[in-house]
Each structure stands twice: as structure tokens, then as C-alpha cells.
């Protein structure tokens, strides 16, 4: 359910969400309003006057009565339930007519989404590990087959599969099993990823099984492992859940796990650690369905090259040490149990395939789940982490690259960084008159620190008000509180102490939006590097996808003030969550992704940007707000000037 | 060596070994000598007279100094050593005029043997796993292949091996691997049986390791398990030897020990039994060579249907039971410790297939190692044992069946029956005057009994000098001590108690001749009822190879008397010896020969005897010495007349 909320003075109406607290649907409009503790109700700067309708809480203790009965309430804890006119008034000591000023509206992506019905329909709903009823005509002193080549025509005839072979395991119990239920099996039958190669039947069961074809998808994340159960007969979700991935107390990135895998038993200690995680999951989505663990015919999993390495338990000692190389970028379907996960004998795990060291093979999924590998459009794909990893292209020709933005964008090197989690500042605005903030917190908790996109948020805004130059150092000619010299330079007080849900002033640093430039830097050169390889520039560019958690939910807007995407049409954008995971989905669903996952690695070129010389000029161009080059961004330049007036 | 033996007062000549006994060389000859205590020296009746040269041994302690510087000696021991005359004398109480009397020649069938350089030549000398050594060009900054890609762009470069997967094992080992001795590595390829599927490296190694290529040939026969080391770089076989299937103490034929395996664990038992008995001939093989464990990169093993499925561990119950059903015909390649053989893990079994529950691999693979598959000479193939396996056809077609003979030809359900061991009667021939006979016994030990091919020379021999007639009864009108009433009708002695092995006299009885006739009228009548199913009689017949122990070393002439085998010229009948051991051969050495079985079984038709209404009649027929139907065995009946005058 939605309402309508009309802001005044300013006249601006947006719709949202039941529920929705009206400081977030003034942000949605473009509209500042004073919330200097975050959204919490703290400061209780933020008030607002209902001049129709009502909604729920949004009383403060520091209201008269009068003051509520005059429908004063504060905005950020009032919540929409109807049509609603409110005034955002002055309450926080701002000039009159600095009411309701405008801030730059927040643009998410789309989301790109992934229908099963497509794959029907386009006759490619054919998972790799499927489950088929027979019914078998019985031998008799005519037909003297043996029990294998019964079953083999029998799926030839039924269900025009050919070229099957049978496992010694599945040989060793056929006699039985076929007699059992008077010649009614169900077979489990694999895939090849390629016609070139046989199916094999792996697993046999007496009677009817067929409505009960289960299959899961992980994608192995180097901090979380998020797996979902699928019905392979309805293509259908039946569960899905995540949780750490329990290497994480040996290091939060990558490097440190594959140092440690170098030890005496590390790398078994790693794999063992992985699987725990994945397996926990599994436990989880089947006990949630009702699924027994024996009905798991296969799972798909994906994750980066080292994650990869890890989970197979193969050396990943050369993937961190030039010139980057890893033991294999195409792995072999195995059998699940081989590498430690807990489903039954015959279940068969298959795995993402990489391009590189850095490109791995959440990206492959990423780029097969956004469905670019199919798109007539040249695309840009990037999933946003402490690597990025770059994809441009489309169904014709790929080309990747991967580079080291480092951990800003997860709160890494910035003073008061933290992860997306409950307090943390998810939104900001910055009036540029007065020069206070409107923060919000997620959860609306008491400020504890700035997540990636909260960070991105306040920079990108700090700039467009002015209150940035394109250095990314603080302007120098403003007097306020709030702006102050530093232990580290110059400073912005977001929240303060009292406000906030630490013991000290929540503040941004030079040497924290330094380090946020550098990372969106990398990240921006390495675009424009790879554009530049490929001989396009961003004009070519007709699409652009977002994968990840940090890039899925960013302000597209921000992203191109700050430089960090290159400036175009924000409708040409879109996200597409954890690509990694819609990638395994679709491969358990259809073997002919699985087979089109190998033709895109084929035709994908891998580019080491610390290779190419021009790499590093574009770096040191972008390590401006938002690029040296401001005839990049023109739209961007236009709006700041507007602005900052 | 070999030497001219003149024998007189018939006048022929005959060449032999050195060291061959000079009652052998008159056999060889056609020439009777009595020897009524098969040839051990015992009965003193074998006298002969040198007349020009010297021999070894042959002097008895019956004779006097004279008789020895005269020149008399035995035959049966007498061993010759140069060229020399001898004049076959009357020591037996024949008449003058019978010296020298010409008993039929014996004909052994050529050997078809398989030369390997003709595999060289064809340029199909490619072992189905084979070692390769690799020179891999090292990681750069711009040659960033992983360490798979590394090898299998090698294989493809220096060897021109295409569609290589690596497994999950080896992928593990890979990275040190390679950086063990710089880059410098030997890898082991399997390859598929046809082109439709991916070649895996199944092992790899440091270092040049490419000369120690090993592989293992393996009939798994029901009675003797047979092995060869090969070198897979020359074709060479190493070593070879055999030993007694293990499962021998559940029974001697198969049947018992399908019954056996449906016992409670029975299966796992037969199984562990067989795999015992292959073990230690391998662990002999390789000791004999100085050959590692490890260097074994391969094994083919072929036996009939039901001993396959033991070794395999499939349940065999179906096999003998209409109707007659077996787990599978075909068999995937399999990692060699999962049957349980002592070999590495690497280790591939190549397992032969069979074409029914009655025509099994050890067929197949004699069918491939007699050549049958690629002559254009239409050939009868037949491997006689229990089971008489036959196989009639050519390079375009072939039609398989399996006749049941009994257990005759091994010595079962004869009274004096035995196996080809010492002491065993191994050859006859009777003086049709005089009714004595000249016995010869394996090793020139006291007869202990009669073996299935001295059988076959007795019962022939008896029938061609008149003694028996066409129903296989004694006749009655000869007064003769060895010709008496027996507990079970009409016998003839053969041995007497004095000079034989045993503490009785070794007899041949009407019963024993009644189980041989119907074994060979089995036999018969399922190669006139395939030829028939064919559209073709014996005269269409181009070539006959014999296979087994039994087949290859009967006499010819005496299988055509009998009506054994059909009337032809002899000169085109050859022997394989151990047709299955030589298709594992030949299949370990030429991937061309595995790929070639797949197309022979699919060009092969299976006939079940047992449904062919003809069968019958045909069988009934042959319950005569040689046939009802003299005019198939128009040589034999001429020969029969002229010799009982």
C-alpha cells in the first residue's frame, strides 16, 4: 500500500510506502529537512506541521501538548499510514525561506530481475542434474537387454536423452532397484556442459520420484555465503537464507586466507571452514522445506578465484603473487561429497567457472545472471567491493578487468567507516546555507559510523553544496562549528557527541574522503582504461549494471558526482543484487547457461590493468571530485554550479 | 634346434625339437609303437632299434648290456639329440608286418599371432592411457594462463591432444607439481573410447617420467586368472603369468558361484576372491620387472558375463535365469581401486564388454584379439570350454551364441576324467589289429587319468580304427582283455592297474563316451544352428580359429572325426590360444581396438540357441559319431572305411 505525501511550502508530492517515516519521503523529494542526530529522534530538530491527515508516532516529549494537537511532530519518526499534507517549518533555526530547500534528489537502479518462464519458453528450462520417471518394459525371452540398456533406451525413448553412461555406483544397485517397484524407476541424470561429452546417470531410485528434483545455488562470498533451495520442476525459490562465511575470523579479506592456507594445513583448515558455512546453510533451507538431504541432486556455486581455490581445496599460493596465476580457471563437475559438503553420494556439485586471478567466477555468474552475455546493448557491468571487478561488452565480444579500490566503500580507512549495519549513516544531506546535516541511520539507531553508501552520499553532497572543492579538501572561507581543524586536517562534525550513539563527535576526515577518492579512483580509471582498450568511450556505453551489495543499493546520482560511475543516463542503469547467486540459480536451471557460461568465458578478454601503462594516468585524472577532465561531467558540473550558486 | 628322424621300416622322416621323446616324433609321423603305460618307461613295450646316431636316455633296466650296445632303447624315454635312424621292432607281441603301422597324422592349427609393429605401421599405437612428457613455457607478466590451461595447451602444442579435462585430485597437486622440477612434468592422459567425449589426466608428475609407461592385460577366466606387464612404449609384453581363480573353492563352474553371490554378502565375497587372485599375479608381474606400483597407469581385464559382474560387484542373479539378463554389457571406465585392485589411485580399469549374459567380454575380446573383426574372410570363431562360445562373421558382420557342452572337455562327467595336468593321457592312438594302445601322458608321468583333448584323440581314434561305432558303442564282436563288461557297460582299458598312476586300471566306459558325444553334438549343432540363422553351411566357412586352453591345442584331425568341429581343410583352422588376454593386449596398447569393440558388439547379433526351435533337431542329429548325416563329413567316413579295411 501507498500514500501520498505533499510537502509545503514547497509544493513537491512523492508516493510512498506504508510506513515510511516522512523524513525519508522528504529526502525522496529532494527536500532538506534539519536531522542532525541521524533520524533518531534525538535532536528533535526535524519538526513538521500536519496540515491534513495523520500518522503514526512521531511525538516527542519535548512537544507541548498544544504543539501536538497543532499536528507538530518530529519527521523523522513519524510514519506515513494515509494521504498526508505536511509543512516542513523552522525548527531548527535556519532563515525563513530556507524552508524546505532542495537537495538533490536520490535515484536507485532497477532492479534487473530473472523470470523462469523466459527459459520455458524459450526451451531452455532444462536443468544439468534432472530427475526422470520410467516405466520399463520387462525383459521377457524376446528382449534380453541388460538392465543398464533398458534404461538407457528407455530415456531415449521417453525423453530423447541420449548418450548416457552409467556409474560403477549406480550399476551396483540398477538390479535391485528396477525390480523393486515392478520395473518403475526415476533417474537422476547430469549433463555434460557440452554435447561433446556423455550424461551420466547418477543416482536411481525405485517408484515414482520425479516431483521431488531439488537443487541449490551458493554463492561463496568472501565475507557471506547465501545459498537458496530450488524446485528444479517449477524453477521456483523454496527457500533462501545466508550467514558468515566462518574463514572470516582468519582476516576480512581475501589475501589474509590464502596467506593462511600457506601454512602447514591451512589450506585444509580453509576448505573445512568454507564447506562448515555452506553446509550450515543447507541444513537450514532443507529443514525450512522439508526437503530430505538425499534429494538434492546437485548444487552450483560460485565464488572469486581464491574463494574458488579454497573450496576445492586447490593451492591458491600463485593468485596473490605475480604474474597471478591460479591453478585452474575451469573446474570439473564433482561429486558434492568430494569436497566436504554434506548432501548424498550421487549429488553433483558444479562450479562457476573464472576468468582470472581477479575475475572470478562471481563475476561470470554476475554476468550471466544480469543476462549481459545475451544483451544486443554494450554493457557495463561492476560489482563494487574491496576489488572491483569491470566487465564491458555483450553478447558479441567481452572484455574484464578487476581493480583495488581497497576497503573504503566497506569503511575501511575512514574514521569513523563502518559496515551497513543498524546506526550506521545510510543518507545525508547538507543544507549549504546553514550547514547542517540531514543524516539518517539505518534503523533509525543512534549514529555509530558511515557505511559505503552513506559515505559516498555525504561526500558526493558535501561537494555539490560547496562545502567540498574538487580536491576533496574542505573550503576554508566558511566559520561554523561544525567545520574544524582535526587531529588529521580538517574536519566535518556529522553527528555530535550527544547525538550520536558513540562517546565522542561523529566526524568526516580529509584524509577519509582522500582515501574514498583514491578508491573510486581505481575504480573509475579502470572503466575508462578498459573503455579506452576496447577502443569505445562512455557515450558507447547503452547500459550500465550494478552487482553486490554495495553497488546494488548506491545513490546513482552520488556515484557520478563523485566520479565514481562515468556521467549518463541514470535510467540506463540498473542493479542486480548478488548477480553471483542469480547466476548459480540460472546455471541449476538450465544446462544451456551452463554451456553458454563457457562460450562467454571464451569470448571474454582479460585485461591486467597494472599491465597497461595508461592505467595509471587515468588513476591519477580521476583522484578528483569528480575527474580533472570536469568535460567528463558535464551534467555534474552544471548542477554544483547551480548550487553552490 | 632341430633334428631329422628317420623311422624304419616305414620309411618316413620326420623334423622335431631337440629333446623331444622319440615315441612323440612317431606320433608325429603317424606311427603306431605300442605303449600301453603311456609313455613313462613303465611297460617296457616301446623297444626300438637305433640304427644310425645316438640318443639321450631311453635305457631300461630290463634290458640287457647286449640289447644297449645293440642299440635298443625306449621310445617313451629315449630323447633325441642329433639326427637318427630307428627301426620300430616287435617288442609287444605283435606280429611281423604290423611294425611301423601308420596311424592317422596329427594336425595342431597354426597360431594367429598379433605383431605390434603392424600397429606402428597402421598408426594406431596409442595406448588408451598414456604418459607424456611436457616442457611448459613459465607464467610472465603477459602469459597469465593458469597452471591447467598451461598443461592442456601443451598437450595441445607438443602433442597434439585435444579435449583434455584435468580431475579434482590432480588439479590439487597441480601447482606444486609443476614447480617441482621447473616446469618440467609427465602427465598421464585417458582417453575416451570414442571421440564424442573428453580425454581426463589422471596423473601427473614431476620431471620426465615419460619411459616408465606401464599397463596390465587381465583375463579373468573362471578357472585361471592370467596376467601380462606391458610396456606401453614398445608393446612389449614384460611378464607374464597366472594362477587360479580364487573362487575356485565355491565351485568350479559358474553357476555355483552366481548361487554363492546371492548369499548374504556373498557377492562382496566372490568379489573379493577374484580380486585376491588378480592382486597377487600383479604384485608377481611387477616384482619380476622392478616395476613401482604406481607406474601402472592402466589395467584391461576381460571375462565372461557372470565373472565380469563379480568382479565388478554387480549382482549376477539375472544371469541365470530366464531370461538371462545381465546388469549391463558395457562398463565405464572405472578408477582401479574401486574394484578393489592393489594399483594407485590414478589407475584406470578398462573393463572388456560383453554382448550377453552368455556371450561375454573374454569372447569379445578374443573376437578382437583373433583379428576376427577386421578380416574380410568369413570366419568361424569358437572358444570351447563348459560353455562353448561361437561367433561366426566377418569385418561386416558377426552373430554371436553360446552353447552349453557340460564340463566333458574338462575332464567332468568322464569316469578317468581330469584336467591337462601331469599324469594326465594327453594323446592316444590303438593298433586296430591288435587293440593295443599308445598312450602318451603329460610329463611322461604315471597316467593318472584323461584329459579333455586326450579324450578327443581317443574317442576318434577308437571310432576311426573301428573299435567304436557311429553310436559311440564298443563293438562286440572282438574277444580282447582291454574290451570288457564294466559296471557301467562296455570299457576299454586303456591302462592297467600295474602300470598306471592310480591303484586300478584307467578305463574308458560307454557312459563317458555318451557325455563326450553329447558335449561335441552341443557344439556342433550351435555351429550349424548359427550358421543356418545366417543363411550359410560349413563350405561358406573361409577360416576357424580356435580359442582357450582346449581349443588351441587339440588335434584338428581327430575334432573333424569326432564331428567336433565341421569338415574343412585344415589349413585354414588356426588358434589364438588365449584370445582374451590378447584382446586385453591389444586394447591396452591401441585406442583404435577400444573404439573398434564399441562398433563390433553394435555390428554383432546374439542368438539364443535355446529359442531357436532348429536347435534342437540339430542337436539330436549330432549325437553321432561324426553326425547322422555322413555326407557333412564325406573325408572322415572315406578315411573311417580305408583304415577299418
Known amino acids: 500500500m501507498t500514500h501520498h505525501i505533499e510537502f509545503q511550502p514547497a509544493g513537491k508530492t512523492v508516493e510512498v510506502e506504508d510506513g515510511t517515516p516522512i523524513i525519508r519521503a522528504a529526502r525522496r523529494a529532494g527536500l ?38 497543532k499536528g507538530i511532530r518530529q519527521a523523522c519518526t513519524a510514519k506515513v499510514t494515509e494521504n498526508v499534507v505536511v509543512r516542513i517549518i523552522d525548527a531548527s533555526g535556519l532563515k525563513k525561506g530556507q524552508l524546505g530547500t532542495e537537495v538533490p534528489e536520490r535515484h536507485q537502479a532497477g532492479k534487473h530481475t530473472f523470470d523462469i518462464n523466459e527459459f520455458r519458453e524459450a526451451g531452455i528450462f532444462t536443468p544439468p542434474v534432472e530427475k526422470f520417471f520410467l516405466e520399463l518394459p520387462r525383459p521377457d525371452a524376446i528382449d534380453h537387454r541388460s538392465d543398464a540398456s533398458r534404461v538407457i533406451l528407455a530415456m531415449r525413448e521417453q525423453y530423447e536423452e541420449r548418450h548416457i553412461q552409467i556409474g560403477l555406483s549406480v550399476l551396483r544397485r540398477l538390479r535391485r532397484t528396477i525390480r523393486e517397484d515392478d520395473f518403475r524407476i526415476t533417474t537422476t541424470l547430469a549433463r555434460p556442459v557440452n554435447n561433446d561429452s556423455r550424461s551420466r546417470l547418477t543416482h536411481i531410485q525405485s517408484g515414482n520420484w520425479s516431483k521431488r528434483n531439488y537443487g541449490l545455488a551458493v554463492d561463496v562470498g568472501t565475507t557471506t555465503v547465501y545459498g537458496q533451495l530450488l524446485d528444479k520442476n517449477s524453477g521456483k525459490i523454496l527457500a533462501e ?22 601454512k602447514d594445513d591451512g589450506l585444509t583448515h580453509m576448505h573445512d571452514l568454507v564447506t562448515e558455512s555452506i553446509n550450515e546453510i543447507i541444513t537450514r533451507l532443507l529443514k525450512k522445506q522439508r526437503v530430505a538431504r538425499d534429494e538434492i541432486s546437485s548444487i552450483t556455486l560460485a565464488g572469486n578465484t581464491a574463494m574458488t581455490h579454497l573450496l576445492l581445496e586447490l593451492e591458491p599460493h600463485n593468485i596473490r603473487r605475480a ?21 548424498a553420494d550421487h549429488a553433483t556439485a558444479l562450479i562457476y567457472p573464472a576468468v582470472s586471478s581477479y575475475v572470478g567466477g562471481d563475476i561470470v555468474a554476475g554476468v550471466m545472471g544480469s543476462g549481459m552475455y545475451r544483451t544486443e546493448k554494450i554493457t557495463l557491468f561492476i560489482d563494487i567491493g574491496t576489488n572491483a571487478e569491470i566487465v564491458i561488452g555483450n553478447r558479441e565480444w567481452l572484455a574484464s ?14 574514521l569513523h567507516g563502518m559496515r551497513a549495519a543498524a546506526g550506521a549513516i545510510e543518507d545525508f544531506s547538507i543544507d549549504s546555507e546553514t550547514l547542517e546535516p540531514m543524516s539518517m541511520t539505518i534503523d533509525s539507531k543512534p549514529a555509530r559510523g558511515i557505511c559505503g553508501s552513506g559515505l559516498l552520499v555525504m561526500i558526493a553532497d558535501l561537494f555539490e553544496a560547496g562545502v567540498l572543492d574538487q580536491r576533496g579538501r574542505f573550503i576554508r572561507d566558511r566559520e561554523h562549528p561544525r567545520l574544524r581543524e582535526g587531529r588529521s586536517g580538517m574536519e566535518y562534525v556529522v553527528v555530535w557527541e550527544e547525538e550520536s550513539g558513540i562517546e565522542q563527535d561523529l566526524v568526516l576526515t580529509e584524509v577519509d574522503i582522500d582515501n574514498f577518492i583514491r578508491a573510486k579512483g581505481a575504480i573509475y580509471a579502470g572503466i575508462q582504461t578498459l573503455l579506452t582498450e576496447v577502443g569505445l568511450t562512455v557515450g558507447d556505453l ?24 562515468p556521467e549518463m543516463d541514470i535510467g540506463k542503469m540498473m542493479y542486480v543484487g548478488n548477480g553471483s547467486l542469480m547466476g548459480c540459480r540460472m546455471s541449476e536451471l538450465s544446462n544451456h547457461i551452463r554451456r553458454d557460461v563457457v562460450a562467454a568465458i571464451q569470448r571474454m578478454t582479460g585485461f591486467e590493468l597494472s599491465e597497461v601503462p595508461a592505467y595509471r594516468d587515468q588513476y591519477v585524472a580521476s583522484l578528483f571530485l569528480p575527474h580533472t577532465d570536469t568535460t567528463l561531467f558535464p551534467e555534474t558540473e552544471r548542477r554544483r554550479q547551480a548550487r553552490a550558486g
Chains 1, 2 share one sequence.
Open 401 to 414: 578487468a578487476a581493480c583495488s579500490a581497497g576497503p573504503a566503500f566497506e569503511g575501511g580507512g575512514i
Open 241 to 262: 537464507g545466508g550467514g558468515y562465511n566462518n574463514q572470516i575470523s582468519y582476516g576480512e579479506d581475501v589475501i589474509s586466507r590464502m596467506i593462511y592456507a600457506e
Open 32 to 69: 532538506y529537512i534539519n536531522a542532525s542526530c541521524g533520524g533518531t529522534g534525538v535532536c528533535g530538530k526535524c519538526r513538521i506541521l500536519l496540515e491534513s491527515g495523520t500518522v503514526a508516532e512521531g511525538i516527542s516529549e519535548k512537544f507541548s501538548p498544544e504543539d501536538i494537537a
Open 323 to 343: 604474474p597471478y596465476v591460479p591453478v585452474s580457471n575451469f573446474y570439473p563437475p564433482i561429486r558434492a561429497v568430494d569436497i566436504g559438503l554434506n548432501l
Open 542 to 565: 547503452e547500459q550500465v549494471i550494478l552487482a553486490g551489495g554495495f553497488g546494488s543499493y548506491i545513490d546513482l546520482d552520488s556515484a557520478v558526482t563523485v566520479g565514481l560511475l
